[in-house]
């Protein structure tokens, strides 16, 4: 069972604009999740790193979107990708994507039928529901290991498609030591996030 905890001032860890639009491309949008009051604020620090990134999104055509997760200090690593131009008809219109992005250490369970390290190159369907934890594109979480926890972690959200947009619901990045920020992560280990019912506990207590 995932561990979690709970605060009174949940209010200091948000994304304040999601939802937001991913309009048609070529296009950019970056969705910023706001940190403050971390105790542990040292991302060298042993105690302390990325466990997780919980993303909810839809978009009509998920192969010609990249999303890149940027710290308040500069370190980037590539969720989503890369932009892969599919076969005529593929479409992905309907679909929900609630998934997670956990450490290269850690065990995931992908979706039925579907790789460990994302890849746009997939058959993701027509109004398809995904709910899988995944490793990042290209890196790992554990490549954040420098700078400030507190500041914004902006997602960028590139849209290489000039016709079909989608939406940002919602995004969360889970830390290893959320000691004083107010908002919710593991305190076990991040692996713990792997299976969907941990994820949906998580976003149930953060989101509802």
């Known amino acids: 069972m995932l561990l979690v905890q709970l605060s009174s001032t949940a209010q200091s860890c948000q994304c304040p604009n999601c939802p937001g639009n991913i309009p048609p491309g070529p296009s950019s949008v970056d969705f910023d999740f706001d940190i403050s009051g971390a105790v542990n604020n040292d991302l060298s620090d042993p105690g302390q790193g990325v466990c997780g990134v919980l993303i909810e999104f839809q978009h009509h055509l998920i192969f010609r979107v990249e999303m890149t997760l940027t710290s308040p200090d500069g370190q980037s690593v590539n969720l989503v990708g890369t932009d892969f131009l599919p076969p005529f008809g593929s479409f992905t219109g309907g679909a929900l994507w609630?998934?997670?992005?956990?450490?290269?250490?850690?065990?995931?369970?992908?979706?039925?039928?579907?790789?460990?390290?994302?890849?746009?190159?997939?058959?993701?369907?027509?109004?398809?529901?995904?709910?899988?934890?995944?490793?990042?594109?290209?890196?790992?979480?554990?490549?954040?290991?420098?700078?400030?926890?507190?500041?914004?972690?902006?997602?960028?959200?590139?849209?290489?498609?000039?016709?079909?947009?989608?939406?940002?619901?919602?995004?969360?990045?889970?830390?290893?030591?959320?000691?004083?920020?107010?908002?919710?992560?593991?305190?076990?280990?991040?692996?713990d996030l792997a299976g969907n019912a941990d994820v949906k506990l998580v976003r149930a207590i953060r989101w509802h």
């Open 98 to 191: 609630d998934v997670a992005f956990l450490p290269c250490a850690d065990p995931v369970m992908p979706d039925s039928g579907f790789p460990p390290v994302w890849n746009n190159d997939e058959p993701w369907a027509l109004a398809g529901q995904y709910t899988g934890s995944y490793y990042p594109h290209i890196g790992c979480l554990e490549d954040f290991n420098t700078g400030p926890v507190d500041g914004s972690w902006t997602l960028t959200v590139t849209n290489n498609d000039g016709y079909y947009a989608g939406q940002m619901i919602d995004f969360e990045v889970v830390f290893c030591d959320t000691t004083g920020m107010g908002c919710f992560g593991c305190e076990a280990n991040a692996g």
